[in-house]
Nanobody, 115 residues
Framework: QVQLVESGGGSVQPGGSLRLSCAAS????????LNWYRQVPGKQREWVAS???????NYADSVRGRFTISRDNGKNTVYLQMNSLKLEDTAIYYC?????????WGQGTQVTVSS
């Protein structure tokens, strides 16, 4: 079955960096776009970035220029490199995608930016 497993979250000071990973299995990885979202408790899940099957990328305005999404089709993994982190980037980060008409999410990884 389709599985998405995020890792790489943690605590960092403002201005710091983290790299999140999303390991995928159960589908032909290189055919599908994948996305990163984030969610703060009590708020709606917010789209962060997308990457399609040919590595075309798109970003939310709030992270453009600071975050970079990439994929390694040989490792079935999508990454989110986060630089110049701000307090407002604190959230649970989720990897998600539409595979054969069904939406799948990982379990999420916590990112905390604090001084």
């Amino acid at each position: 079955q389709v599985q998405l497993v995020e890792s790489g979250g943690g605590s960092v000071q403002p201005g710091g960096s983290l790299r999140l990973s999303c390991a995928a299995s159960g589908f032909i990885f290189n055919r599908y776009p994948l996305n990163w979202y984030r969610q703060v408790p009590g708020k709606q899940r917010e789209w962060v970035a997308s990457i399609n099957s040919v590595s075309f990328t798109n970003y939310a305005d709030s992270v453009r220029g600071r975050f970079t999404i990439s994929r390694d089709n040989g490792k079935n993994t999508v990454y989110l490199q986060m630089n110049s982190l701000k307090l407002e980037d604190t959230a649970i980060y989720y990897c998600g995608g539409d595979v054969l008409g069904n939406i799948y999410w990982g379990q999420g990884t916590q990112v905390t930016v604090s001084s």
